[in-house]
């Protein structure tokens, strides 16, 4: 079975147990979905995408983010978690045709606290179309949002899972993209060192759990170079 909304819930607040953890991660993965990491107002193909994301990972980005500590003291605000209905607002395009300068993208995709500087871009949809091979942006339908303003460290993230068309055999790809903004320019300037750091000590740890048995050698791909 799929995980239900309150293990989601969990999940993206970021204090859920083990099992919640690999079940969460795990309904991306087996169904062929892509992962997308990615600050406010950045290129997509600079952030973070992954094909999985391992309970090992998951912790590490609990400990070394902080968010786990702010849920934990009570000092994370949930904005949104909620299924999103056929009958509601599911595509990604609200308004005009993809390849229009008019085009508009469903509101679902921006931030209820900060709709102007938090949401998912055209360019992240199409970089998560280009790597999951979906021919149009029309075809990805949003089934889930989640929203947090981590206050501990100053963070607001959203956190949105798409579906695409099924692929053979009938699974229906499941996507999720998140996109964080840190408020506090200090903060912003440790967390993209820590960001740093993790990206570039990720693929030794990485192959020493796959060489070990105790994790999946593609569970984090750090940075990912441009698209040709």
């Given amino acids: 079975m799929p995980p239900t909304l309150a293990q989601y819930h969990a999940y993206h607040s970021m204090v859920c ?19 997308l990491f990615m ?22 980005l609990v400990v070394v983010s902080f968010t786990g500590l702010s849920t934990l003291l009570g000092l994370t605000e949930s904005v949104d978690a909620r299924e999103i209905g056929e009958k509601d607002q599911a ?10 300068d008019a085009i508009n993208l ?21 970089y998560v179309a280009k790597r999951s ?24 993230v959203i956190m949105i899972h798409m579906a695409s068309p099924a692929q053979e055999g009938g699974t229906r790809p499941l996507h999720l993209i998140e996109v964080y903004q840190v408020r506090n320019p200090v903060l912003r300037s440790i967390s993209r060192v ?11 740890i990485e192959s020493f759990l796959s060489v070990a048995g105790l994790g999946n050698a ?5 940075r990912q170079k441009k698209a040709e």
């Fill in 106 to 126: 469903s509101p679902l995709l921006r931030s209820i606290r900060d709709p102007a500087n938090i949401a998912v871009s055209i360019d992240a949809l199409k």
């Fill in 218 to 222: 593609a569970s984090c791909r750090g």
């Fill in 39 to 60: 600050p406010a107002r950045s290129a997509p193909d600079l952030s973070d995408s992954t094909n999985t994301l391992s309970p090992l990972t998951y912790y590490l």
């Fill in 133 to 156: 091979d979906v021919d149009k942006l029309s075809d990805f339908r949003i089934v889930r949002r989640f929203e947090y303003d981590f206050r501990l460290i100053g963070i607001n």
């Fill in 91 to 100: 595509a990604v395009i609200a308004s005009g045709k993809e390849g229009d």
């Fill in 17 to 35: 147990s083990p099992p919640t953890a690999k079940q969460c991660g795990e309904s991306f993965q087996r169904s062929g979905g892509i992962i």
């Fill in 194 to 204: 820590i960001l740093t750091c993790f990206q570039s000590v990720w693929p030794s």
